[in-house]
């Protein structure tokens, strides 16, 4: 009974986060939408007992992407009047989240398909995720190690280039 | 759950508590104090209540009460979102409050085969808590400041957030070489392989295993807690107080105290990583257990002999100037204190004589050993702390470029070539 309560509390506030991240005119309030939507989300982990996954989540998502994009919103301060004019957006809103249904459920018949082990309530410690990492899914892991890295020099390759530019105009 | 583990998860919660909040004024006091030190002066040591000083920790309760009674005033300017605003320092001070949380404060009591973690939060994970929560408690400092609408707000958040960014990855990757030294991410294994010795007479603690990662976790903590010489965030001399610039009273105390509390968590964390956490060098708590009669008999020694220092001390500073007339009841306060620390040290000897001569208990000795080690955690807190302190009050301030500068030329490649190194050894002692 705990458990059902604790996670409908969660999901109202992964709800409402989310809803407000999309609605917010102002950009800090849809930052602090996310980060109530992440830390619910974080917090649902914890309900399945994935204490590793749960401390992950508020780590990445909260710790850097959410700080990250309040960073992009402080150096943009953007400000009201200079925002673009959407006239029918909840319209837009409504429009695609009633598209994207029949993938909701194709991601629920996937996720009913997982190994019984994630369903068994067992607790999920960082050893048992860094040993099925590093065994059963070694090569995806790899992979998005690469994938990772690339995005990175990328990134890198894009901010060096204006400054190579600027530096040739002067 | 058992009586026992019921009981040691409340006491440990109740002194993770008090160890959080209630060292608030004694650290605001010993700022100002040490303060004083450096710069050749007293600081505060007049305010008392019925002529009891203690020194002057009075005086942060007096502080308490101003902060209390202030106006609370709301800048005008700030049309929406003034939940938003009173929240952001809250953010803050729980972010650093719940991070203390998963530091043990003693060994793991044994009570008839049940394993007991002295620690508010019971986890094997800790270092992996601490930096995720502490990552969120800059999100209130970035919410403060871009809230007040007020461009020094703006420009330290800013700077708090880039900072912190920056300083997050040379913290994880020198984290990430104390997890690979002591192959665990569990705050007590960690104090637990600390406990042995390092070439057969050095004490094995972080900072002689792992020195040059110890050297940048200090930094990097000094950075994340926005201490003295990273705080470019609220630099007076440049942006007047940077994201509390309109912050006033109880909000602006929520900011403040978040601050001594963070800096206090900073300090558990360094000390559990690489001072030996709550353990005494060369000794581990087997040991302690095993030769419980001698341990108990020389603290029976110490102690008398530390009082009497005090105490000496204590009689020696604690009175007024010979030509000021009235004494302004220091006399009294001396006296007590005298009495009360005396009666103090009779109740330990007494408690320890009854252990060593008639009691023959396994459990109150293990009982006894828990909360010495949980003095000796409380010492060296309160010695890194001044330490923090010591470095606010003599190192001046970077500039932000240095600051950034540093963090990414100097800190960040240092730790990756520290991880290597690390890897190798590790992998090389192991074949």
Known sequence: MLEISIFFILAAFMLGGSIAMITNKQTLFSAFG??????????MFALLESRFLALAQIMVS???VVVLSMLTILTINAKEENLPKEPHKYKWIFFTSVLVLPFTFLLYKTLTLLPQSFSTMETITSKVVGKALFSEWVLPFEIISIL????MVGAIVIARKEIVKKEEHS | MTLAAILAAVISFALGALLALLTIPVLVWLERRVAGLVQDRLGPNRTNIGGFRLGGVVQSFADVVKLLLKEEYYPSH????KWLFMLAPIITFAAALLAFMAIPFADTLIINNESLRIQPLPIDFGVFWYLAISSIGVLGVIFGGWLSHNKYSLLGAARAGSMVVSYELPLGLSILAFIITYDTIDFNAMVAWQSGTFFGFLPAWGILVQPLASIILIV???AETNRNPFTVAEGESEIVAGFMTEYTAMKF????MGEYVAMNTASAVIITMIFGGYQIPWVSTQMLLENFSTFSITLMIIVPVIVSVLVRWMQKNNRVRPSVSTDGGRNFETKVLTLAMIGMTLVVEAILIYLVFLAESSLANSITVALFQVVVFVVKLMIFNIFFILIRWTVPRFRYDQVQHLGWYYLL???LINIFITALVVVGVSL
């Open chain 1, 34 to 43: 996310f980060l109530v939507a992440m830390i619910g989300l974080a917090g």
């Open chain 1, 62 to 64: 909260v710790g850097a």
């Open chain 1, 148 to 151: 990772l890295l690339s995005a």
């Open chain 2, 78 to 81: 700030i049309k929406n979102g």
């Open chain 2, 220 to 222: 990097a903590l000094f």
């Open chain 2, 253 to 256: 105390a929520m900011y403040f």
């Open chain 2, 413 to 415: 490649p240092l730790a």
